[in-house]
């Protein structure tokens, strides 16, 4: 693959004229209010509090919560101010210690094989595709993938990210698309603590478990703080395993440790354009990149599952892009990285690891990226700094 970053134009969803405008620049001064995130109540005795979804979702939402076509730019800034934020790692709190001792944040688990009700759509299971280390030195490609680093009501956790393009800011983006599982863990549930991004973790081999090894081995390109994130609508409206999984997607823009310097896109090298409404007879193979974390992987390499075939099919409501499925042996901590194809001869994001199972793990599970989860981009990446 071949990182290349994008210089497309992301176009507002909210209207025209002074009467609108007032009232957008009311609910962006309010999102961003309720979106400042502090490091002081982020450590481990404070814990994030229970935060429920929304009372109510805005007026505009329709009765599908699958449907937002209807939401405008005002919409979308109540909702996010409505809905809270992760809480951001504090300076130092990521030690190579911690990061070794972190569990993976669990993967919503499916059958493919267990009986089903006929609302469900789904092909025959996938033929189980070997997960693969990727080489050392990982190159700027594979740095693009990094270990999302958590603390949940369980302890500390991991899951896997990816640097995407920022549209606006061509060059240097500082957006990371993850799954929304990985952030929030849905209805009646809170958002994660301590949230950190770390591209390129162990990019030239050094870290070991057992074994010393310094800082600048496990985090070459340092560690990247939480400063913002959206997850769909969707998902803080439902919970369970079902048809919310469909968008299990997640946002979230970082800032280095220190407060200050280049871009993520700037210091790991590039980033990775999402595709959004592939259409699905050009998604012909996919690979799937994450570090997980459960046996037999141990969280140290960066690992990738090339699906030769075209993925299949999975769907807990009809009316929703059904999931992609692919053939893959990656466990818990995976969840959350991205899923890549090659467009015109780039690599692109077209999903990242949603669902899966155990006992052994044979295939992973990720939301086909539609209109919804175009339009919670088009706005974070427009409207939430």
């Not at 009232?23 to 400042?36: D, E, N, P, S, V």
């Not at 450590?43 to 929304?54: E, I, T, Y």
């Not at 090659?342 to 006992?359: C, Q």
Request: hydrophobic content about 35%.
């Amino acid at each position: 693959m071949r990182t290349i970053s994008t210089t497309s134009t992301v176009r507002g969803t909210g209207g025209t004229g002074r009467t609108r405008g007032r009232r957008a620049a009311t609910a962006g001064a309010a999102l961003l209010a309720a979106l400042t995130l502090t490091a002081a109540a982020c450590g481990p005795d404070n814990p994030a509090a229970p935060a429920g979804p929304p009372a109510a979702l805005p007026k505009a939402a329709p009765t599908s919560l699958g449907d937002l076509s209807g939401w405008k730019l005002e919409d979308w800034a109540r909702y996010v101010a409505d809905s809270g934020a992760p809480g951001r790692a504090a300076p130092g709190y990521w030690t190579t210690a911690r990061t070794e001792a972190a569990k993976a944040r669990p993967t919503p688990e499916y059958s493919l094989t267990a009986a089903a009700p006929d609302t469900v759509q789904r092909d025959a299971p996938p033929a189980a595709v070997r997960a693969q280390p990727q080489p050392h030195p990982y190159g700027p490609d594979s740095a693009l993938v990094g270990k999302l680093l958590m603390t949940t009501p369980q302890g500390d956790a991991v899951c896997s990210g990816t640097v995407v393009a920022d549209p606006l800011n061509p060059g240097r983006s500082d957006l990371v698309y993850t799954a929304a599982h990985c952030l929030h863990d849905g209805r009646g549930g809170g958002w994660v603590r301590n949230l950190a991004f770390v591209p390129g973790f162990n990019r030239d081999g050094g870290v070991v478990r057992g074994k010393p090894y310094d800082d600048r081995q496990a985090a070459p390109y340092g560690r990247w703080t939480a400063v913002r994130a959206l997850v769909s609508p969707t998902w803080l409206q439902e919970d369970g395993v079902g048809a919310h999984d469909q968008y299990d997607y997640g946002i979230v823009r970082v800032r280095p440790e220190s407060g200050s310097g280049p871009s993520l896109e700037e210091a790991v090298g590039g980033s990775v354009p999402v595709w959004f409404n592939a259409p699905r007879e050009q998604v012909t193979s996919a690979t799937a990149f994450g570090y997980p974390v459960e046996r037999p992987f141990d969280g140290t390499e960066l690992q990738r599952c090339d699906s030769p075939a075209a993925p299949g099919r999975l769907s807990f409501d009809r009316a929703r892009p059904p999931m992609y499925v692919i053939g893959c042996t990656m466990t818990g901590g995976a969840g959350g990285g991205g899923w890549f194809i090659t467009k015109d001869g780039k690599p692109n994001l077209v999903s990242v690891s949603a669902v899966g199972n155990r006992g052994p793990a044979g295939y992973l599970a990720g939301p086909s990226l539609q209109d919804q989860a175009k339009q919670a981009f088009d706005y974070f990446a427009k409207n939430v700094k």
